[in-house]
């Protein structure tokens, strides 16, 4: 079965563009240094012709890929795609911080206990970072308080239900303890926002924001909501907008 390509309306026309310039431009233009290079007679120690013929192998690769990619390609509609969850084609805004630097940098990225354990939750129960402490500068910094603060919060802001917490390993008791509301996140204070703006993977480019549906981060960001936690590796990010970029949709 082909494989299937995700990718806005804008990525599929650069495809387009781009296999375009390749056939009419680049492509003739090899086929003629190849042409003047056979005429030069023999072949056996003609750098040029072998420089030519392995442009001409790479071209004829990258028309193959965008071929298939073309023929696989599934257009997100910009109809359907919302800013309530991430998908392709949205920015979203993230504080995001290496656990691996200790629980004071991540506090400096605006990020609270409940953060720390939520993401981790993600892939692992209390009991079980507990018991890899070791493995986690940023976890043996947490104190069993720590833990049951970070519960009643899940619990007060209904990110996971009570069996849940119970199966990943809380306490009834940690589950007791009253919970205060923080106040929202002061972003002009954070260090650690980023944008990234979730697009297919041949339009990705992540020296300026745009990452592929298909990477480790962009993966474990789709279908999130703003306020989830998700950790990637050591990497801890917390949704804090989800916006619908109109620019990777219609650029």
């Known amino acids: 079965m082909p494989k299937?390509?995700?990718m806005t309306a804008a990525g599929k026309r650069e495809l387009e563009e781009r296999l375009e310039y390749i056939k009419t431009v680049e492509m003739p233009a090899i086929v003629e240094e190849i042409a003047k290079a056979r005429a030069q007679g023999d072949l056996s120690e003609n750098a040029e012709y072998e420089i030519a013929r392995e442009e001409q192998a790479q071209l004829q690769n990258e028309i193959n890929t965008i071929?298939?990619?073309?023929?696989g390609a599934k257009i997100i509609d910009e109809r359907s795609i919302n800013d309530e969850v991430v998908s392709i084609g949205?920015?979203?805004e993230v504080i995001e911080a290496d656990v691996e630097e200790g629980l004071?940098?991540?506090e400096k990225c605006g990020l609270s206990h409940t953060d720390i354990i939520e993401g981790c939750l993600a892939r692992m129960s209390v009991n079980d970072m507990k018991a890899n402490r070791f493995n986690r500068a940023?976890?043996?910094?947490?104190?069993?308080?720590?833990y049951a603060a970070a519960a009643a919060e899940l619990l007060a802001s209904k990110r996971f239900k009570r069996d849940d917490l119970l199966d990943k390993g809380f306490t009834d008791e940690q589950l007791a303890v009253k919970f205060k509301g923080k106040l929202k996140i002061d972003k002009t204070k954070c260090e650690g926002v980023k944008v990234y703006t979730i697009v297919g993977s041949h339009e990705a480019d992540a020296l300026n924001g745009r990452i592929s549906n298909e990477s480790r981060v962009g993966a474990a960001l789709l279908g999130k909501e703003?306020?989830?936690?998700?950790?990637v590796g050591d990497l801890l990010f917390k949704i804090l907008s989800i916006v619908i970029d109109k620019k990777a949709v219609k650029r």
Not at 67 to 71: P, R, S, T, V, W
Not at 139 to 146: A, G, I, K, N, S
């Open 138 to 146: 940023i976890l043996r910094e947490l104190t069993d308080e720590d």
């Open 67 to 71: 071929q298939e990619k073309l023929a």
């Open 226 to 231: 703003e306020g989830d936690v998700v950790m």
């Open 90 to 92: 949205c920015a979203v």
């Open 4 to 6: 299937e390509y995700i």
């Open 104 to 106: 004071a940098a991540v």
